[in-house]
Structures are given as C-alpha cells and as structure tokens.
Nanobody, 124 residues
Framework: QVQLVESGGGLVQAGGSLRLSCAAS????????MGWFRQAPGKEREFVAT????????DYADSAKGRFTISRDNARNTLYLQMNSLKPEDTAVYYC?????????????????WGRGTQVTVSK
C-alpha cells in the first residue's frame, strides 16, 4: 500500500521558515518524479514545485522561486520543501505527490499518488 505522509507544517510569522517533509512508503521512491502542491482556503489546488527522480532538475511556481527549495533523499524515501521568507499568502494545505511516468511536471492529473496534506499558516 502506497503512503505519502507530509509533516512539518505549522504556524509561523511572516518572514519565517518551515521545512516540510514527505515520507514515502510502499513504492520505489527513486523511480518517481515528486511534486509539492498547495490549496489555500477557497482556492483550487495549485502547483508549487517538482523534482526529477535523480534530483537533476527542479521547477518552481513563480510564487515559490527564490524562496522555496525542493529536494529529496532517495535513500530515506523522503521529499522535502524548504520554505523561507514566508508570506501570509503562502497559507495553505501542502500536499506531496508521486508521478511514475516522470512527465507530469506541473500537471496534477499526472500524479498517481497523493498525501493527505499538512497545514501551513503564516501570520502577519
């Protein structure tokens, strides 16, 4: 059974940092492209960042560029999202997702497996 479990969310003041983790089990983690998405209250879920199987390529939403860093540790079956200089508009539930084809990139429908999310709240 595939499980993706996010952690590391919480309440932080604007300008602060958080590091999200996504622990994967039940799948060959290194064979999957991984992504982070988020959904703010009243909004649709949106792309945040994605990383290739071997970490050689990454891509970020404009809102995340220069502030967020996606990384992975294939030996630990874990995906990370380092978030710095957080803003109130970053408040959302953050989800990790896994794509076996490697070609999903920003396309949510291309990701086969999803975690349940972790709440990030940024206060002013």
């Amino acid at each position: 059974q595939v499980q993706l479990v996010e952690s590391g969310g919480g309440l932080v003041q604007a300008g602060g940092s958080l590091r999200l983790s996504c622990a994967a089990s039940g799948l060959a983690f290194s064979r999957y492209r991984m992504g982070w998405f988020r959904q703010a209250p009243g909004k649709e879920r949106e792309f945040v960042a994605t990383i290739s199987r071997s970490s050689d390529t990454t891509d970020y939403a404009d809102s995340a560029k220069g502030r967020f860093t996606i990384s992975r540790d294939n030996a630990r079956n874990t995906l990370y999202l380092q978030m710095n200089s957080l803003k109130p508009e970053d408040t959302a539930v953050y989800y990790c997702a896994a794509d076996l084809s490697g070609n999903a990139y920003r396309r949510q429908s291309g990701y086969e497996y999803w975690g349940r999310g972790t709440q990030v709240t940024v206060s002013k």
